[in-house]
Structures are given as structure tokens and as C-alpha cells.
């Protein structure tokens, strides 16, 4: 059974620190995505991976995937209020096929 | 291009009722899913459909039916609620495996 586990599950961080989210999942699978939601809002696709050794950036976000080890990071550059929102990653139950596993999600919450 | 929609927004049903939750996209995607999201957890998958026509399980399947007649359309259906079906209740769509997930707005349903 696939399992994806994300850490920390909560993260309060001030403005213009860096740090990294973590995503490990227990089975081999090539396919990785993360999404952002907003309190009461849905969810909004950030990245795709689709590759071992992948990483896409945007912004003060930059994702990696590492299918060796099964984990992806999410790393946050100096961090600003408006990156405040719960990251989720989501891995392909048995690569290609669409189900989605997702994470627990980690709630950031920036603060000035 | 609305994208994903979702019908209604909110609803409260007493234990034993049935409804109908109306999902549509107007982006001419193959895929499209179903999912419910607890508190503290990450999305769970309930139903899918890779084509008009199709549909098959996902994780958390059980008092649950799904129809897509239409391509653009794709509907979850409970016959019979249980307080356990409270939730807040997701439709997405994809135009392939590899590609990013789109979300609706969501269904926030409450079974009393």
C-alpha cells in the first residue's frame, strides 16, 4: 500500500527564512505533484515531477524529486507573508495511472 | 473558461438521504476524479473515469456511485448518507495521466 508522508506537518516561519518540506513515499513511483490550498479555497497544481532527478522552480518555490530515496522537497526561499497556505504533495498510486495518494499536508504560516 | 465546477456548494442532508453532487468541466479532458477531504488529512481518491462512459475505484470507494455519461460531466452520488460522509467533497480533471490535476471549488456536505 502506498503511503505518502509529509514533515513537518505544521511549519511557522518568519518573513525572508529559508526552509525545506519534506515528501516520502513508500513505493516506487516516478510521478509526483504538489498543490497549494488556501483556507476554505481549493487546490492549485505548483509542480510537476515527472523524473528522478527532477526540479522545477517558480518564484520563491522550488521542488526537486529524488525517486531513489522516494522523496521530494519543496523548498522555500525567503519566505513571504503570501506563501501562507497548506502544501500538499501527491504521489501516482502506481506511476501513470492518475490515482492520486496525497499527503497529510504541511500548513506554513508566515510571519512578518 | 470556467474550468471545473461544481454543484451545489454547500448541503446538509439527514442520515438516509440520497443525493447527487454534479461535477463539469469545459476543457475537454479525458480524466476526471472524485475526492474527499477530512480535517488534518490530504485528499482521498473515491471514484475515477479515464473516458465518457468509464469509471472505476479509488481508495475510499464504499457508499458511493459514479456516472459519466457526458464527457464533460461526472457525478457522485449517495444513496444513502452516513454522518461518516461529512466531508468536503472535490472534482478534478486532467488531460492525461501526466499532467496536472484541475480542481473544482468543492462541496462542502454535512450529514446530520
Known amino acids: 500500500e502506498l503511503k505518502v508522508e509529509q514533515n513537518p506537518l505544521f511549519l511557522s516561519m518568519q518573513e525572508g527564512k529559508n526552509y525545506t518540506i519534506y515528501c516520502n513515499y513508500s513505493t516506487t513511483s516516478d510521478r509526483l505533484y504538489w498543490y497549494r490550498q488556501d483556507p476554505g479555497k481549493s487546490l492549485e497544481s505548483l509542480f510537476v515531477l515527472l523524473s528522478n532527478g527532477a526540479v522545477k522552480q517558480e518564484g520563491r518555490l522550488m521542488a526537486s524529486l529524488d525517486t531513489k530515496a522516494r522523496l521530494s522537497t519543496l523548498h522555500i526561499t525567503a519566505a513571504v507573508h503570501d506563501l501562507s497556505a497548506t502544501y500538499f504533495c501527491?504521489?501516482?498510486?502506481?506511476?501513470?495511472?492518475?490515482?492520486?495518494?496525497f499527503g497529510q499536508g504541511t500548513t506554513l504560516q508566515v510571519k512578518p | 473558461n470556467a474550468g471545473v465546477t461544481q454543484t451545489p456548494k454547500f448541503r446538509v442532508l439527514k442520515t438516509g438521504q440520497s443525493m447527487t453532487l454534479l461535477c463539469a468541466q469545459d476543457m475537454n479532458h479525458e480524466y476526471m476524479y472524485w475526492y474527499r477531504q477530512d480535517p488534518g488529512m490530504g485528499l482521498r481518491l473515491i471514484h475515477y473515469?479515464?473516458?465518457?462512459?468509464?469509471?472505476a475505484k479509488g481508495e475510499v470507494p464504499d457508499g458511493y456511485n459514479v456516472s459519466r455519461l457526458k464527457k464533460q460531466n461526472f457525478l457522485l452520488g449517495l444513496e444513502s448518507a452516513a454522518p461518516s460522509q461529512t466531508s468536503v467533497y472535490f472534482c478534478?480533471?486532467?488531460?492525461?495521466?501526466?499532467?496536472?490535476?484541475?480542481f473544482g471549488p468543492g462541496t462542502r456536505l454535512t450529514v446530520t
Open positions: 501527491a504521489v501516482d498510486m502506481r506511476g501513470n495511472t492518475g490515482k492520486l495518494i
Open positions: 478534478a480533471s486532467s488531460r492525461d495521466l501526466s499532467y496536472e490535476q484541475y
Open positions: 473515469s479515464v473516458g465518457e462512459g468509464t469509471t
